[in-house]
């Protein structure tokens, strides 16, 4: 008699040991993007698989998921996350009574559905995030160090340092473990060194991009730490080369103008050349036929000729003259 109840007995803790993990995969939501590598307790993550309380979501380096619970709460895993959905407590009333997801390290973006703002709450391992019809960004660094940025509505990070209020968007917090936590400030892109790592906030920063209306947030003038400053000299570059191709022909264009006067220097200089050579052959012909250095006086062989040639054609004429007076004088005496 004793044998049937033992066996009773070991049959019903079989049938309740098999109930417990139906009850652990209750489904709390789906998966509406994946890109590259995302996984849960079961394997691989594909779009609209399921996902369920108590699942550890991770994704690679270059993972993204992207999921929407029963209410309308959106949260996005970035790259190199890990993420618990700890408590989920669903009513009737399409919203929940208990939403807790435990960051344990990554980049997340939450916008939250149609529940109670009491319901929602985020753990990190430097505190606690309260939310109130918030939207924000939030990174859990190796080292547990957390920080958050509003994008829409308010929140609280509450800390063993005390707590601090977000209530104008893109205010941010860094919090650490041990309870140092910086005042609430405008974020800008400095906090990536702060944080020590240029991924964080890829959301933000525009390294990585979201789908849907959750992507239509951000911004912060975050997107400067994914270098938006190079992007810009980018167009330059290509702007920039048209005027300096244009300014060699401009360059060119000015010797244009001073090549006629290289070929005019040499063509004067060739008549400036030519005359000497056409001068030297005229300056003896003056010398020869006019003697002009003779004509001043001046000494000279040419001169002597000239002269000695007008005495000799004196003596001819004064000849002449005898003859004729000689040959008058004798027709007179006859």
């Known amino acids: 008699m004793w044998g049937w109840r033992a066996v009773s007995v070991a049959m019903l803790c079989v049938a309740l040991n098999g109930a417990w ?15 590259t590598q995302v996984t849960g307790q079961s394997g691989p993550i594909e779009v609209d698989t399921r996902v369920h309380r108590n699942e550890r979501i991770k994704t690679s380096q270059s993972g993204l998921g992207q999921f929407v619970f029963r209410d309308g709460t959106k949260l996005a895993v970035g790259w190199g996350s890990s993420v618990v959905i700890d408590k989920y407590v669903f009513d009737d009333s399409q919203s929940v009574k208990k939403l807790t997801i435990r960051a344990a390290k990554g980049t997340f973006r939450w916008v939250s559905g149609n529940s109670n703002s009491s319901a929602y709450q985020i753990l990190t391992p430097a505190g606690t995030i309260g939310v109130r019809g918030t939207a924000f960004d939030f990174y859990v660094g190796p080292d547990g160090t957390t920080a958050i940025v509003l994008l829409n509505g308010a929140a609280s990070f509450c800390g063993p340092g005390g707590c601090r209020q977000l209530q104008q968007r893109c205010d941010c917090v860094v919090a650490k473990p041990n309870g140092d936590m910086s005042a609430a400030r405008r974020v800008d892109p400095s906090i990536l060194a702060t944080l020590g790592n240029q991924r964080a906030l890829p959301f933000l920063s525009g390294n990585q991009r979201l789908a849907g209306g959750i992507g239509m947030l951000g911004g912060c003038n975050m ?12 167009p330059p570059p290509a702007v920039a080369p048209a005027p300096q191709r244009q300014d060699p022909p401009q360059r060119q264009a000015e010797p244009q103008k001073e090549r006629p006067n290289k070929p005019d220097k040499p063509h004067h200089d060739r008549p400036h050349h030519d005359k000497p050579h056409h001068d030297k052959p005229d300056r003896p012909d003056k010398h020869d036929g006019h003697g002009r250095h003779d004509d001043d006086g001046k000494p000279g062989n040419h001169g002597l000729d000239h002269r000695g040639h007008e005495r000799h054609h004196d003596r001819d004429r004064d000849h002449d003259n005898d003859r004729n007076r000689r040959g008058h004088n004798f027709n007179h005496g006859r």
């Not at 993990?21 to 890109?35: M, N, R, S």
């Not at 997107?223 to 980018?234: C, V």
């Open 21 to 35: 993990p139906a009850l652990a995969a209750e489904p709390v939501g789906q998966a509406v993007v994946i890109k």
């Open 223 to 234: 997107a400067s730490a994914a270098p938006e400053r190079k992007d810009r000299m980018r």
